[in-house]
């Protein structure tokens, strides 16, 4: 796992005159949807009632910050559960675990919190579902992500994965009548489609999942790049290296009209030559990304002479998810039902 830094501060990028007014293209939804909020506060909530040192396996979302100022508050990030303590606490990431990860965690004891997405959560059900009815699934996604290996985990005799609509025009399948395509929550909307396409060309019959794979933050943060990307000359997205939507945004960018789009951390990635000769930047955020982030390339920008915002609005989102169970009583034993979503956008 990489080692998380704080962002450092140095000079301000130059304010470089170009013809025309320099602005900046905002788009909106960004940043924190309600699987990473609830994700988020589960570790810091469960940091409260248990005290330092709670476990998370894997990155509990992937950024790198986010990870970072949870490593500060006590949390201990480990690779599998066989790195924690018996009979300590654990949280499961919003990435989601296959049953053996479950099964491993109670054999040594650890009490385990469940900080899944629901909508992760959703793909799982369907692929135990299917699997039952004898279906072989068809699972759209990067091989070795922690998502596709959860949801590939329900059911590993059935799950084929699919890594690219290339990739598509190869699979075999043993019944073609029974077969059905499931998708990781994080992947390019235009891209997952294509796929599709190729395999519906060489398996007629192949049955759809009865509701949308793709979660709804992801949709919504592709569609509004999509917007922001035709007018730009540079977006600029932040999110991590390993954050699959984050960096599906700038494939996004460039695919709808971008000139130029890079993915940075930290305002402080940001290069002086990629202003060179810009007069609009789109900026957008990835869905693990807390919008203070965002807020530091803002100010970056502004410092360049980029210093009118527009904000581009495409969707409004108010999906709130609840605490995981295993939060869901205070210490008093009092039930805490409060639901989640949002927070982060700032």
């Given at each position: 796992?990489?080692?998380?830094?704080?962002?450092?501060?140095?000079?301000?990028?130059?304010?470089?005159?170009?013809?025309?007014?320099?602005?900046?293209?905002?788009a909106s939804p960004?940043?924190?949807?309600?699987?990473?909020?609830?994700?988020?506060?589960?570790?810091?909530?469960?940091?409260?009632?248990?005290?330092?040192?709670?476990?998370?396996?894997?990155?509990?979302?992937?950024?790198?910050?986010?990870?970072?100022?949870?490593?500060?508050?006590?949390?201990?990030?480990?690779?599998?559960?066989d790195e924690v303590?018996?009979?300590?606490?654990?949280?499961?990431?919003?990435?989601?675990?296959?049953?053996?990860?479950?099964?491993?965690?109670?054999?040594?004891?650890?009490?385990?919190?469940?900080?899944?997405?629901?909508?992760?959560?959703?793909?799982?059900?369907?692929?135990?579902?299917?699997?039952?009815?004898?279906?072989?699934?068809?699972?759209?996604?990067?091989?070795?992500?922690?998502?596709?290996?959860?949801?590939?985990?329900?059911?590993?005799?059935?799950?084929?994965?699919?890594?690219?609509?290339?990739?598509?025009?190869?699979?075999?399948?043993?019944?073609?009548?029974?077969?059905?395509?499931?998708?990781?929550?994080?992947?390019?909307?235009?891209?997952?489609?294509?796929?599709?396409?190729?395999?519906?060309?060489?398996?007629?019959?192949?049955?759809?999942?009865?509701?949308?794979?793709?979660?709804?933050?992801?949709?919504?943060?592709?569609?509004?790049?999509?917007?922001?990307?035709k007018d730009a000359?540079?977006?600029?997205?932040?999110?991590?290296?390993?954050?699959?939507?984050?960096?599906?945004?700038?494939?996004?960018?460039?695919?709808?009209?971008?000139?130029?789009?890079?993915?940075?951390?930290?305002?402080?990635?940001?290069?002086?030559?990629?202003?060179?000769?810009?007069?609009?930047?789109?900026?957008?955020?990835?869905?693990?990304?807390?919008?203070?982030?965002?807020?530091?390339?803002?100010?970056?920008?502004?410092?360049?002479?980029?210093?009118?915002?527009?904000?581009?609005?495409?969707?409004?989102?108010?999906?709130?998810?609840?605490?995981?169970?295993?939060?869901?009583?205070?210490?008093?034993?009092?039930?805490?039902?409060?639901?989640?979503?949002?927070?982060?956008?700032?």
């Amino acid at each position: 796992m990489p080692v998380p830094r704080v962002p450092r501060r140095r000079e301000r990028l130059q304010d470089i005159p170009v013809d025309g007014l320099k602005k900046v293209l905002l788009a909106s939804p960004r940043g924190y949807c309600a699987g990473v909020d609830r994700a988020v506060i589960a570790v810091e909530k469960a940091l409260e009632r248990f005290g330092a040192p709670v476990y998370v396996r894997k990155q509990i979302v992937h950024n790198i910050h986010v990870v970072a100022e949870l490593e500060q508050k006590g949390a201990i990030f480990v690779e599998e559960v066989d790195e924690v303590p018996e009979g300590a606490h654990v949280v499961f990431s919003a990435h989601g675990v296959s049953p053996a990860v479950v099964r491993a965690a109670s054999d040594r004891g650890l009490q385990a919190i469940d900080a899944t997405c629901p909508l992760v959560t959703k793909v799982h059900r369907e692929a135990v579902r299917f699997a039952r009815d004898d279906f072989e699934i068809l699972l759209i996604g990067h091989e070795g992500h922690e998502e596709v290996e959860g949801t590939a985990g329900e059911a590993p005799e059935h799950v084929t994965i699919v890594n690219s609509p290339e990739h598509a025009d190869t699979i075999e399948v043993k019944d073609p009548s029974k077969v059905v395509w499931l998708s990781q929550t994080t992947l390019s909307v235009d891209e997952t489609m294509e796929t599709v396409r190729r395999l519906r060309v060489r398996f007629p019959e192949l049955h759809d999942p009865p509701s949308d794979d793709i979660c709804y933050a992801t949709q919504n943060r592709q569609v509004a790049i999509k917007k922001v990307a035709k007018d730009a000359d540079l977006v600029i997205v932040v999110g991590s290296a390993n954050s699959s939507n984050s960096v599906r945004l700038v494939e996004v960018a460039l695919e709808y009209g971008a000139k130029a789009a890079y993915r940075v951390d930290y305002a402080d990635e940001m290069r002086q030559e990629w202003l060179d000769g810009v007069e609009t930047v789109g900026v957008t955020s990835g869905a693990s990304v807390p919008e203070v982030l965002v807020q530091e390339v803002l100010a970056e920008l502004a410092g360049a002479g980029y210093g009118s915002v527009e904000e581009v609005r495409t969707a409004e989102e108010d999906l709130l998810f609840s605490l995981p169970k295993e939060l869901r009583q205070d210490s008093s034993g009092r039930r805490d039902d409060r639901a989640l979503g949002g927070r982060g956008r700032g």
